[in-house]
């Protein structure tokens, strides 16, 4: 039922998933999200819905829970900071990296290099503000 394909499994005869549309990261505090991503990453703060807030980047975005004021259908545990995930830049990384400086958000290492889902690239990671770690990145 499974075959190998490049170290990985591919089940046969399912759908094909082509990109990501959208997230949702549950945060204490729907604002205080907004504006970091906003200032620190370039987002586009968005609404939508009933008074919903999303981070609206290329074709994607990253829609906002307040913990505890979920939408359904939700996670089974929404929690504040539990996410990890990779986002990626044409900026070169090293200028990321200042432009972290300069936020006076500190990266948790040096730009390194790290396999990503199209090949390698170079990442630095941070913490938002619930702590969830986002990795920026640029592909080599």
Do not use: W
């Not at 370039?42 to 609404?47: F, L, R």
């Not at 986002?87 to 006076?104: C, G, Q």
């Amino acid at each position: 039922m499974f075959s190998q394909f490049g170290g990985y499994y591919k089940q046969r005869n399912m759908m094909n998933i082509d990109r990501i549309d959208h997230f949702v990261l549950t945060v204490r505090d729907v604002q205080v999200t907004c504006d970091f991503y906003a200032r620190v990453l370039g987002m586009t703060v968005i609404s939508f819905g009933e008074g919903r807030k999303a981070l609206r980047f290329g074709s994607q975005k990253i829609n906002l829970h307040q913990a505890g004021q979920e939408f359904e259908p939700k996670a089974t545990a929404p929690t504040p900071g539990a996410a990890d995930f990779c986002l990626i830049t044409n900026t070169l990384i090293e200028d990321v990296y200042a432009h972290l400086k300069s936020n006076h958000i500190s990266a948790l290492m040096p730009p390194s290099e790290r396999d990503g889902a199209a090949g390698k690239i170079r990442s630095v990671y941070f913490h938002d503000p619930d702590g969830n770690l986002v990795e920026v990145s640029n592909m080599m």
